[in-house]
Each structure stands twice: as C-alpha cells, then as structure tokens.
C-alpha cells in the first residue's frame, strides 16, 4: 500500500511538472484562451480581400403574409415591394379566408370562386415575386364543424380543392414555378401528428395522389411539412415514410422562431443533416422566420432590425443555392383600439393601414440588406461575439462588410482590411441602425478604421472600388511602370477643334482576343443643338469577322474601315494614334494602329461651346499606357476625371499610369 502511495505521488509529481512545461511553453496561447473566455471589447478584425469566396444569393429575400384580412393585404404596400423585388411571396389561408369555396348542401356541389384570391396572386406578379400558396386551411363549409381546422365531412374533398388549384394557378393562368406547400403549421392548426389518428403524413400522401398533370401545367413545386419549429424527429418520420411510398417532394418546409442566430443556424444545420441521411438532395424552405412566434414588442424596435441581420449573416454559410428563407409577414393585421400608434408587438414588417401605414426597423434591415452586392460572399474568421460576412458583386466593385455584435456589451473594433484589389477605393456608407457616416478615405491595398458596435447590434461598411484607376504592369516593363487596367471605364476630355488641332496617342494590348462584339473606345462631342452627345468615331470589334472595325457617324452617314483581326496578337503592345483637325467645311479624324491608317470625314460639329471626350469603355481584358496628348496649345489640360484636383488632393499617385502633356 505505502508503494502504491509512493507510485501515486510520482505520478502525481510528473503530472504537474509536465502540465507546468506545457502552460509556460504555450504562455501565449493559454493567455488567449483566458482573454477569448470574456468579452474583448476592444477588438482587431483582420478581413483578408484574398479569402477564396463562394457564389451566394439573396437566400433570404422571400416574404410572408398571414391571413389578417380578408382583402388583398399587400395593396398598401405595393410600392415599396416593387422597389424592394422579393423574390417569392406566400400566402396562407387560401381555401377559408379569400371565400374562395362554397358549398350547396341541397345538390351537395362545390363551387370555387377565385376573385380575391387571383387578386392577391396578382399583386404578388406585379412587384415581380412568384406566389407561395400554402394549402390551407379547410373551408368551413365543407367540415364536420364548421371549424377550419376540424375534419372534412367527405375527405375527397380535398383532392379536389388540390386539384383546382394547381390547375388554375399552373395550368389556366400559366403561372411558371408556384410553389405550393401543404397546409401551414399542421402541429397548430388542425393538431396533426407525424403518426397517430390524425397524421400529416397521410395528408400530404392524399395531396401528392391529387396532382394534376399533362402538357398545359406549368412546372411547380410542391413540399411540405410546414411544422411550426424544427421538429427533428417529425421531420424525420415525414422524409421515411416520403423515401417509402416513393412521394413526390420538392422540399422540406419548416418554421422557425427564436431570439437567437446561433440557434436558427443550428437547427437549419440539423435539419439538413437528416435530409442528408435520407439520401435526399432537397432545398430547405424556412416559409415563416422571426423572433418570437406571440406578439413580441421587439418586432416593433431596432432590435428587430439588428436580430434579422444578425440571423441573415449567420446563415450564408448554411443556406444553399436554393434555399429560401421567408421573413414573416408583410402587414400587421388590425390593432385593436387602444394601440393607437399601430405598433402592437405584430410580426409584420409594415403596420397596418388603418392607423397609419409606416415601416418598422425589421423593414429598413431588409431595405438595406437587398442594396448590397450579394454575388460572392465569405465569412471571415472572427473571435465570438463578433461575427462578420463580407460579400461583394462579381467583378469585385463594390463590396459589403457586415458586422455584427452578439453580446451586451459596446465592443470598440479596429477594423483591418487587407489584400484588398488594386485600385483608388472609398467608404461609400456606414450604415447602422441608428446612423449614417460618410466618409471620403480610402488608399489602394489597405484600410484600418474604428468601428463601434453598440451592445447586440449590426453595422454595415459599403465600400467602392473606383475601377478607372487599376493598375497593371507597363509597356516598358520595369520596376514602378504601370499601365492602367479597364475594369472600368475612363474618360479623356479633349481640347476643342474649333480652337485648337490635336492628336492623341496611346499604347494598347488585350489579354485576350474578343470573342464577341466590343467597343474599345470612342469619340463623343456634346454640344449646344446636341445635350446629350453624340458619338463621332468609335473603335470597336465586330461580330461577324471580328476585324478591329473604325465607325464613324454622323446622323444617318456611317462610314467604316477596318483592320484584320490576324494583325492583332495577346499581350502585345500596339501604339495608336488619333488626329483630329479641319479640312474644309469638314472635321478629319485620321486613327493610325501601328502600320494601319484608317482616314474618314465627318461633317463639322463643333463649335466653341462643344465639348470633346475621348471614352475608353469598361473591358477586363484590356490595358492602356502612355497616353499622351500633344496640342498647339502649350498650357491646355489633359485630364481624367480632374485629375488636377485628384493629384492636389492626395487621392491619386499619376505615376502609377502616365498622363504625358507634349507640346507640338
């Protein structure tokens, strides 16, 4: 025993020591565990512009509307959704609320009217959206109670309902791509189970046997279950007896309701993970989501804008292609009277129009959210409670950092932007719930700025990238020799050849052949008798035998030239050279491309009040260096875009592409 001690205690001696090497040998580490173990109020976030992105969508721009009134509920509204643009609306309540069925007892017939509900479904069209129709709920006449909820006295009646509808809405009307989804929150409404006396399953069962077919419906989709919560192990005795009787389903329906992001993000996951053990690639509708399923005074404040961009960024690594998330609902229904105001603690985005119509900040979260890019996104790695997701368009113009704070704490940020794109930047807005700041900074690889996150708020940092001013490598090839990159268009203004005769010249190259029609450039002059401008002379590539092709207009006159595609190599340099000068009553504009001179007339336009531009047009595929104007005039300004008021600003370094003034 007293050995066992002795063995205990070397053990125990070893085990410290050991522990001891550890902790001092990994300080620093076990110093972060300790500091990530609170709250760091006074964070660095490092965003790296070279971070692989993935494609994305605006997964969460669907919406919802409850059944408060028996009139169209969207009319009020129709304005801001068409700006707005959802992408699919539903409606619930189609069968009991648009007295869409009637039932005579005496010849025991259904007739089904559909004014109000195509109403509605048009509304929906013309802001762009597709309708959403949830099949629900039973009509009160056609029940054993009168109860919408109940049971039918003949349940054929049912497929029937199915039936009409989807060839109505699919098939007469020729509606492309409705969804429906069968009923809305069996759980609820009806006290459906998945299994037992009245099970959802033989429900959706009967609604699949009821579809119509044939060449003059329209494809649609049609899904289920629309549980009320992520009910896991409902979801999964649905997608087995689906697998078993070899049902159709298109997607798997549910709702959810939670003050938290993280828990919506975990119970999409999971869900998603028993879609997958099923063998089953199905999208995941979420076709109602807020912050609590009862009234909650927080739909009515900024929480409710911070809560539905703290739930959106967290899901853009969840959600697919196709997975749509539809915020619920559009319109609050009517307030009783003692809420004069109209906010009651309703889940709807828009209050209802009897007191009077105005958006809630849950509104102005998706208003924002819908003006950013949304092309390619990536979530940025950031120590809780900071989450952040930056997305951008596709050729990285324009970008958007959301950040957001998930504690009750002001956290004071030092926001890092690193390897961002080359190019003359600018903090377009900082948008948060409570104000915007402009701001004009911005250098060319970098940013750092402060950014204060209020306690369980979002912000959002739009930033631009002002694409005439990418660099790439010079003609010459050495160190610090730059050309300029045409991810977007630049513009030359010229001196006036009413006053003066000019000639331009400028190095060109592609990195690759145009393999359809591109303009490279043209000539424009805005005149007093012409506003709006007029396109002298353009230098662009054609379709049919893709020969660079000089156009000249003037009015009706069009004259052309051209040079043969074989001429022109990738990553070569050509020197181009355009003059412009008088000739009589009429302007010559000669453009010579190396060896190639093309020489048309145009009749004269100009006249001292003209303005002359020369227009490179946007072209990732082209660079342009050493432009170089050369003038009888000695003091006349070449400029970009003012660059004079650019270069005295310290916005631009010129030396990066080189704007050379010559006297002739």
Same mark, same amino acid.
Do not use: C
């Given at each position: 025993m007293r050995l066992a001690k002795h063995i205990a205690g070397y053990i125990t001696f070893i085990l410290l020591t050991a522990g001891l090497f550890l902790l001092v040998y990994n300080f620093d580490k076990v110093k972060l565990i300790f500091t990530h173990a609170g709250i760091n109020t006074t964070p660095d976030i490092f965003i790296y512009f070279n971070q692989k992105a993935k494609s994305t969508n605006k997964f969460w721009k669907s919406l919802a !509307?409850?059944? @408060?009134?028996?009139? %169209?509920?969207?009319?009020?509204?129709?304005?801001?959704? !068409?700006?707005?643009?959802?992408?699919? $609306?539903?409606?619930?309540?189609?069968?009991?609320?648009y007295q869409t069925v009637s039932y005579n007892s005496k010849t025991k017939q259904i007739k089904l009217h559909w004014l109000l509900l195509d109403q509605a479904v048009d509304e929906i069209l013309s802001v762009g959206a597709t309708p959403v129709l949830a099949l629900s709920y039973y009509p009160s006449s056609l029940t054993i109670d009168g109860q919408t909820t109940s049971s039918l006295k003949n349940p054929a009646d049912w497929q029937y309902l199915v039936n009409q509808t989807i060839k109505h809405f699919s098939g007469k009307r020729g509606i492309d791509n409705v969804i429906y989804e069968v009923w809305n929150e069996p759980n609820l409404f009806g006290k459906f189970t998945i299994g037992g006396k009245k099970d959802y399953r033989l429900l959706y069962d009967q609604t699949i046997k009821a579809l119509p077919d044939g060449p003059q419906i329209k494809p649609f989709m049609i899904g289920g279950p629309s549980i009320s919560y992520a009910d896991y192990k409902g979801i999964s005795r649905f997608l087995a007896y689906v697998k078993k009787n070899n049902l159709r389903l298109d997607f798997v329906s549910f709702h959810i309701y939670q003050d938290s992001s993280k828990k919506t993000a975990y119970e $999409?996951?999971?869900? #998603?993970?028993?879609? &997958?053990? /099923?063998?089953m690639n199905l999208p995941v509708y979420i076709t109602e989501w807020g912050i609590n399923g009862d009234l909650d005074p927080r739909y009515d404040d900024l929480y409710g804008y911070n809560h539905a961009i703290k739930v959106i960024t967290g899901l853009d690594d969840i959600m697919g292609l196709k997975d749509k998330l539809f915020a619920f609902e559009i319109v609050d229904g009517r307030p009783p009277p003692k809420y004069k105001s109209g906010l009651w603690g309703r889940w709807g985005l828009f209050t209802h129009p009897s007191t009077s119509l105005r958006p809630k900040p849950?509104?102005?979260?998706? @208003?924002?959210?819908?003006?950013? %890019?949304?092309?390619?996104?990536?979530?940025?790695?950031?120590?809780?409670?900071?989450?952040?997701? =930056?997305?951008?368009?596709?050729?990285?113009?324009?970008? &958007?950092?959301?950040?957001?704070?998930?504690?009750? #704490?002001?956290?004071?940020?030092?926001?890092?932007?690193?390897?961002?794109?080359?190019?003359?930047?600018?903090?377009?807005?900082? /948008?948060?719930s409570q104000k915007i700041e402009k701001v004009k900074v911005i250098n060319n690889n970098s940013l750092d700025k402060n950014i204060t996150l209020l306690a369980g708020s979002a912000v959002i940092v739009n930033l631009e990238r002002l694409d005439n001013l990418v660099r790439s490598s010079g003609r010459l090839g050495y160190t610090n020799d730059y050309a300029l990159n045409l991810i977007d268009g630049w513009e030359l203004l010229l001196p006036n050849p009413n006053k003066t005769d000019f000639k331009l010249n400028f190095w060109f190259k592609y990195k690759n052949l145009p393999q359809n029609q591109e303009k490279l450039l043209d000539i424009k002059v805005v005149t007093n008798q012409r506003p709006a401008g007029v396109n002298l002379a353009e230098l662009s590539w054609q379709y049919r035998n893709f020969n660079l092709s000089l156009s000249l207009k003037?009015?009706?006159?069009?004259?052309?030239?051209? $040079?043969p595609k074989e001429y022109f190599k990738t990553n070569k340099w050509y020197l181009a050279q355009i003059s412009l000068s008088k000739a009589g009553l009429n302007d010559l504009i000669v453009i010579k491309i190396d060896d190639y001179q093309l020489k048309l007339p145009i009749i004269k336009l100009s006249s001292p009040?003209?303005?002359?531009?020369?227009?490179?047009?946007?072209?990732?595929?082209?660079?342009?260096?050493?432009?170089? =104007?050369?003038?009888?005039?000695?003091?006349?300004p070449a400029y970009a875009n003012d660059p004079k008021s650019i270069i005295s600003s310290g916005l631009v370094n010129l030396t990066n592409f080189d704007v050379n003034l010559a006297e002739d």
């Open positions: !509307q409850g059944g @408060e009134d028996n009139k %169209p509920m969207l009319t009020p509204v129709l304005g801001q959704l !068409q700006t707005y643009r959802p992408e699919y $609306i539903r409606l619930d309540h189609i069968f009991d609320h $999409i996951t999971k869900v #998603k993970r028993i879609i &997958a053990k /099923y063998k849950r509104w102005r979260a998706f @208003e924002k959210l819908n003006n950013l %890019p949304w092309n390619l996104s990536f979530t940025p790695n950031t120590d809780w409670p900071i989450k952040a997701l =930056v997305n951008f368009n596709q050729n990285k113009t324009k970008t &958007a950092i959301i950040l957001t704070n998930h504690s009750q #704490k002001t956290i004071y940020a030092k926001l890092h932007l690193r390897f961002m794109p080359n190019g003359l930047w600018r903090l377009v807005d900082l /948008y948060t003037n009015g009706n006159r069009l004259s052309r030239a051209s $040079i009040e003209s303005t002359w531009s020369l227009n490179f047009n946007q072209n990732h595929n082209l660079n342009i260096d050493d432009v170089a =104007v050369v003038t009888r005039e000695i003091n006349w």
